[in-house]
């Protein structure tokens, strides 16, 4: 998505090697006609997957999420970060733990929510290692639902994330991809 | 707003005489076409208060908030919760404790992205105490910035957060009003 790829090397903020800042326009200050395009073209692109629903995990991930399930004009399901070892019997949970921050949380959605018949496509900002994504699948997997695709922002395609949720037969389609980042330098994939 | 009244009184659950559950439409399935008109109904609220930019919290406000922001074409900030005690003195950051929960964080801005010439609507899913509003107007004091209003999806009236919002001096325009919760039993306000 050329309008992403553009913000991406003209906002974005390469720290190390490793990580990239990209809060001036989707993790801390959001503009709402970049989300709203980024639904459209997510709903465009999986426009014959039968989604039924979106599901994202909070809080980057539900500003682009909404505005896929407006364009698509299905529920979107917003799964939570909880304290790691607070779990809760009655809902889905899992265990993730970021490799940027090294932080661990229980994942966690109610049952409620997703149903065996749900074919959902998880939206999140970030593709790098895939924890949160497979801790995602894994939620999905509990409540017997169908993954119908993952929709990612921006692809750091130097960190194995795609080839985990390829591996395992899910489609990824991501509007940006990063080739490798040096401080102040944000290469993309041509 | 007669809709959102409407889900509440028919999808809202009273946990207790405090507490009450609007998960199946709020703050974990959210309904994208609900959230627009949302938005829609905020904007035309605040449409004469030159409002420059949307603030909320994470992560249950961020959805209205976004559907807000593209009504009214401004960016959307959203402040986050950090840890208590871990404070950075290159951002806006002031201790929030939920009343609700009774945790205590540390509600964070950038001071990159509200400058002392932005008139700022802070819109959230709930106003109970008001905690959280009155910790985000502290927010936007230390920035310099202006409170032009707080947009409220489901405010508690016989809690005190409109008493002190309006003892500050500033609007309080909410679209549903909750007079009393027993479990099992929501009053709205006439």
Known sequence: ???????VLSSGKAVNS???????FITHQVDPSLMEQ?????A???KNSNIT?????????????????????????IFKKEPSRITNGSLLQTEVTSFTTA???????????????DNVLIIDDFLANGEAI???????????????????????TFQPGRRKLENAGFEVYSLVKVKSLKPGKIELED
């Not at 998505?1 to 913000?7: N, P, R, S």
């Not at 980024?38 to 997510?42: A, C």
């Not at 932080?103 to 018949?117: G, H, R, V």
């Open 1 to 7: 998505m050329q309008t992403l790829k553009d913000i």
């Open 18 to 24: 490793d990580v990239m800042k990209v809060d001036s």
């Open 38 to 42: 980024i639904g459209k073209d997510f």
């Open 44 to 46: 465009e692109h999986f």
């Open 53 to 77: 629903k979106i599901a994202t995990i909070e809080s980057s991930g539900i500003a682009p999420a909404l505005m896929t399930a407006k364009a698509m004009n299905v529920p979107l399901i």
């Open 103 to 117: 932080k661990t949380y229980e994942l966690t959605a109610s049952p409620k929510f997703i149903k065996s018949d």
């Open 134 to 156: 497979t801790g995602a699948v894994r939620i999905l997997r509990m409540a017997h639902a169908t993954v119908g695709g993952v929709g990612i922002l921006i692809e750091k």
